[in-house]
T-cell receptor, first 109, second 115 residues
Framework: GENVEQHPSTLSVQEGDSAVIKCTYS??????FPWYKQELGKGPQLIID?????GEKKDQRIAVTLNKTAKHFSLHITETQPEDSAVYFC????????FGKGTMLLVSP | DSGVTQTPKHLITATGQRVTLRCSPR?????VYWYQQSLDQGLQFLIQ???????AKGNILERFSAQQFPDLHSELNLSSLELGDSALYFC??????????????FGPGTRLTVL
C-alpha cells in the first residue's frame, strides 16, 4: 500500500517568514495530493490540493509543488501569520488517501 | 464549517462496551469515509461507503463495523472496546468517491475515551 513520509514534524518560524513542509510517497499510482490544516479541537480542513497532471499550484500565500518522478510534493506558505499556527497534513492516493503524520507549525509574532 | 456533522462530540465509556458514532455528510455527497486519529498512528483510514455500499476498507479492526443508510448518514460501531481504541474519530464526505476526482470534507470529530 501507499506510504507517506512527512517532514519536519515541528516547524517554528517568525511572523513574515516562509515555511516549507515536504512529503514523499511510495505508490506511483497515486494521482491526488491534498494538504489539510487542523486546528486544535477541529477536524482537518482542506487548504490546497494538486493532481498529478500539474506541477505547481498557488492560492494566495499558499503553494504546492509536485515532482512525480521523485515522488515528492511540498507545501509552501509565504508571509506567515500567527493564525497559520496549526498542524498540517499531507496525503496521497488514488482510490483512498494515506496521510502523513503531520507537521506542527508555530508562527511567533 | 465543512457541512459534515458528527455526534456525539465526546464519548466516555468503559472497556468491553459498545458505542455508535454518527455522521451526516454534506448535502449532495454520496461517499462517507471514517478515519481514526491517535497521537502515535496519525490519521488512519478505516472504511468508505458510497451510496449505501462498502467501497473500500483500510485498517479497520474486526471489532469495528460501519454502515451507510438510505438517507446517506453513516454510523460507525465499535465493540469490545479496549483502552487503545481511545482516539478521535473523524468522518469525511465527498461528492462521488474517488480522491482523484473530488475532495474529502471532514467533520469536527468524536473524541472517544475508553476507561
Amino acid at each position: 500500500g501507499e506510504n507517506v513520509e512527512q517532514h519536519p514534524s515541528t516547524l517554528s518560524v517568525q511572523e513574515g517568514d516562509s515555511a516549507v513542509i515536504k512529503c514523499t510517497y511510495s505508490d506511483s499510482a497515486s494521482n491526488y495530493f491534498p494538504w489539510y490544516k487542523q486546528e486544535l479541537g477541529k477536524g482537518p480542513q482542506l487548504i490546497i490540493d494538486i493532481r498529478s497532471n500539474v506541477g505547481e499550484k498557488k492560492d494566495q500565500r499558499i503553494a504546492v509543488t509536485l515532482n512525480k518522478t521523485a515522488k515528492h510534493f511540498s507545501l509552501h506558505i509565504t508571509e506567515t501569520q500567527p493564525e497559520d499556527s496549526a498542524v498540517y497534513f499531507c496525503a496521497a492516493g488514488y482510490s483512498t488517501l494515506t496521510f502523513g503524520k503531520g507537521t506542527m507549525l508555530l508562527v511567533s509574532p | 464549517d465543512s457541512g459534515v456533522t458528527q455526534t456525539p462530540k465526546h464519548l466516555i465509556t468503559a472497556t468491553g462496551q459498545r458505542v455508535t458514532l454518527r455522521c451526516s455528510p454534506r448535502s449532495g455527497d454520496l461517499s462517507v469515509y471514517w478515519y481514526q486519529q491517535s497521537l502515535d498512528q496519525g490519521l488512519q483510514f478505516l472504511i468508505q461507503y458510497y451510496n449505501g455500499e462498502e467501497r473500500a476498507k483500510g485498517n479497520i479492526l474486526e471489532r469495528f463495523s460501519a454502515q451507510q443508510f438510505p438517507d446517506l448518514h453513516s454510523e460507525l460501531n465499535l465493540s469490545s472496546l479496549e483502552l487503545g481504541d481511545s482516539a478521535l474519530y473523524f468522518c469525511a464526505s465527498s461528492v462521488v468517491g474517488g480522491p482523484s476526482t473530488d475532495t474529502q470534507y471532514f467533520g469536527p470529530g468524536t473524541r472517544l475515551t475508553v476507561l
